[in-house]
C-alpha cells in the first residue's frame, strides 16, 4: 500500500468522481483508476460500486475513507510539522547549566535567544554542577550545556566563550577585606560556605586548602545563590564565587586571590550525536553572541 494509492482514494470517496479526483490532483484518470484497483486488490475489498455513474463507495470503502482520512491528515500535518522544525518556527533545546552559570549569565541568553528565536522552547535545566552537566550530555538526557569547560574531552564538543575567575566572598567587616590579595594558608581558621560537593568551585577550593595542609571548617553547602550571598553578608562565613556573580553585590567584599584560578565558561554537546536545527540555532547563537568560530565538525550534520 502506497501513500500515493491512498490519496487517489480519500480524494475520489469525497468527490464521488474519478474525473474530478484526477482534476483536483493533477494527475491522468487512469493513474487514479488503477492505483485504486491495486489497492483493492491488496487488501481484498471492493471499495467503489462501479455499476453507478458516480463513484459510490461500498460500506467497506466508507469504513475505509474514515480511517484513510486521519492517516493522511496526520501525514500531511507531520510534513508541515517538520517543515516547522526545519525553519526554526518549532523546537526545543534542553540546556543543562550549573548555579552560579545560571544565576548571572543564562537569564540575559535566554532572553536574547528568545527575541531571535520566537518558535523555538528552550528549557533550562539547573544541575548541581558542570560535572553532573556534562555527565546528562553523554547518556543524552540533555542538549547542550552551558559549564566550566574541562581542559580536553574525548567525548564532547566544547565551545568556550569567556574566561572566569573565583574571588573570595568575606563579609564587609571581615579584616581580609582589606587585603589586595589572600593566600589560602590565611584561611585556616575561617568558616567556609561553598557550593555543593560536586561543584567545581567546592572541589578546587578543597584542593588549595588541603594543598596547604589544613581541611575548611565548611558550616553550610548549598545550590542556591542568593542563600549563599545572604550568609556571606550577614557575617556567618567566607565563600568563593564567580567574579561577575557578585562584583555588584554592594553587600559583599571582594578579594582577589594570590594564585589566580581561573576556568572558561562555554557551551558543550556529544560528540557524534546529531545536532537538531533548534541545538544548532543556539550553538550558532552563542558563537555570534561571543564571537566564537565553532568547529565546523562539531555539527554533527
Known amino acids: 500500500m502506497e501513500l500515493r494509492q491512498i490519496e487517489y482514494f480519500c480524494t475520489v470517496g469525497k468527490l464521488n468522481s474519478f474525473t474530478r479526483a484526477a482534476e483536483s490532483l493533477h494527475v491522468a484518470q487512469p493513474s487514479i483508476t488503477q492505483g485504486i484497483r491495486k489497492l483493492e486488490e491488496e487488501i481484498g475489498v471492493q471499495l467503489f460500486d462501479r455499476r453507478k455513474k458516480k463513484a459510490v463507495l461500498t460500506v467497506e470503502g466508507q469504513v475505509f475513507l474514515t480511517r484513510m482520512e486521519r492517516?493522511?491528515?496526520d501525514f500531511r500535518q507531520g510534513v508541515q510539522e517538520i517543515q516547522d522544525y526545519k525553519e526554526l518556527r518549532k523546537g526545543t533545546v534542553k540546556v543543562g547549566v550549573p548555579p552560579m552559570i545560571e544565576s548571572e549569565l543564562f537569564p540575559e541568553i535566554f532572553s536574547s535567544f528568545r527575541q531571535s528565536h520566537p518558535g523555538l522552547e528552550l528549557i533550562a535545566f539547573e544541575e548541581t554542577s558542570s560535572l553532573d552537566s556534562a555527565t546528562k550530555l553523554e547518556t543524552d538526557e540533555l542538549d547542550l550545556a552551558m559549564i566550566i569547560l574541562p581542559e580536553t574531552s574525548d567525548s564532547l564538543h566544547l565551545l568556550p566563550i569567556m574566561q572566569e575567575q573565583l574571588v573570595l566572598c568575606v563579609p564587609l567587616q571581615h579584616p581580609l577585606r582589606e587585603k589586595k590579595a589572600v593566600r589560602f594558608d590565611q584561611l585556616k581558621n575561617e568558616n567556609f560556605i561553598l557550593l555543593h560537593e560536586r561543584a567545581y568551585q567546592h572541589q578546587v577550593v578543597l584542593s588549595k586548602c588541603l594543598?596547604?595542609?589544613f581541611v575548611p571548617n565548611r558550616i553550610f553547602t548549598s545550590n542556591q545563590i542568593k542563600t549563599i550571598l545572604g550568609l556571606i553578608a550577614n557575617g556567618s562565613g567566607i565563600s568563593f564565587l564567580m567574579n561577575m556573580v557578585v562584583k555588584n553585590q554592594p553587600q559583599i567584599g571582594i578579594v582577589p586571590l594570590a594564585e589566580p584560578i581561573t576556568f572558561d565558561i562555554g557551551l558543550?554537546?556529544?560528540?557524534?550525536?546529531?545536532?537538531?536545527n533548534a541545538s544548532q540555532a543556539f550553538v550558532d547563537?552563542?558563537?555570534?553572541?561571543?564571537?566564537?568560530i565553532p568547529n565546523p565538525a562539531a555539527s554533527g550534520k
Open 285 to 292: 547563537f552563542i558563537a555570534q553572541r561571543y564571537r566564537v
Open 71 to 73: 492517516i493522511l491528515a
Open 211 to 213: 594543598r596547604q595542609h
Open 268 to 276: 558543550a554537546w556529544k560528540k557524534d550525536k546529531y545536532l537538531s
